[in-house]
């Protein structure tokens, strides 16, 4: 092969490599992007099952008892239970309302169930990235080897 041609097979070898490499790094933000997201799904469904778990166990709560309430963010208060069947469930938008405790345990399961689906489609898109990547780092690795 004249040198020529060598030489411009090389840099379009060159050309695909760093095409390929990009792909990689955007692949591997982009699979990043959907963990990140999909650990702040975790937490939040964790979240809602504590809740949910806290307002099943209100009904040994007897009206008058004293309790440690969370007030967010890992501190509480001691506070006196003045309702036991009814709670403040947020609905959005900074929106409140007045549900009874088997409605705000039937919406916050909704919200659950809602979430979960959720984590299942981002798991199918972190595995198809996650392939897509292997896939991609692979020729990238071959392709070094034959140079």
Same mark, same amino acid.
């Given at each position: 092969?004249?040198?020529?041609?060598?030489?411009?097979?090389?840099?379009?070898?060159?050309?695909?490599?760093?095409?390929?490499?990009? *792909?990689l790094?955007? /692949?591997?933000?982009q699979?990043? +992007?959907?963990?990140?997201e &999909?650990?702040?799904? %975790?937490?939040? !469904? $964790?979240?809602?099952?504590?809740?949910?778990?806290?307002?099943?166990?209100?009904?040994?709560?007897?009206?008058?008892e004293? *309790?440690?309430?969370? /007030?967010?963010?890992?501190?509480? +208060?001691?506070?006196?239970? &003045?309702?036991?069947? %009814?709670?403040? !469930? $947020?609905?959005?938008?900074?929106?409140?309302?007045?549900?009874?405790?088997?409605?705000?345990?039937?919406?916050?399961?909704?919200?659950?169930?809602? /979430?979960?689906?959720?984590?299942?489609?981002?798991?199918?898109?972190?595995?198809k990235?996650?392939?897509?990547? $292997?896939?991609?780092?692979e020729?990238?690795?071959?392709?070094?080897?034959?140079?």
């Amino acid at each position: 092969m004249p040198k020529k041609q060598a030489s411009k097979k090389a840099g379009e070898d060159d050309k695909e490599l760093q095409k390929k490499y990009l *792909m990689l790094q955007i /692949l591997k933000q982009q699979l990043s +992007a959907l963990l990140e997201e &999909k650990n702040a799904l %975790n937490e939040k !469904v $964790a979240e809602i099952a504590t809740t949910i778990q806290a307002l099943e166990k209100l009904a040994d709560v007897k009206k008058g008892e004293e *309790m440690w309430s969370s /007030l967010g963010s890992g501190a509480f +208060a001691r506070s006196d239970i &003045k309702d036991t069947e %009814n709670v403040l !469930v $947020a609905v959005g938008a900074g929106v409140v309302v007045k549900e009874t405790k088997e409605r705000g345990i039937e919406i916050l399961k909704l919200r659950l169930d809602h /979430l979960q689906k959720l984590d299942a489609e981002l798991v199918a898109e972190i595995n198809k990235f996650g392939e897509q990547a $292997a896939n991609v780092e692979e020729e990238l690795q071959h392709a070094v080897a034959n140079r």
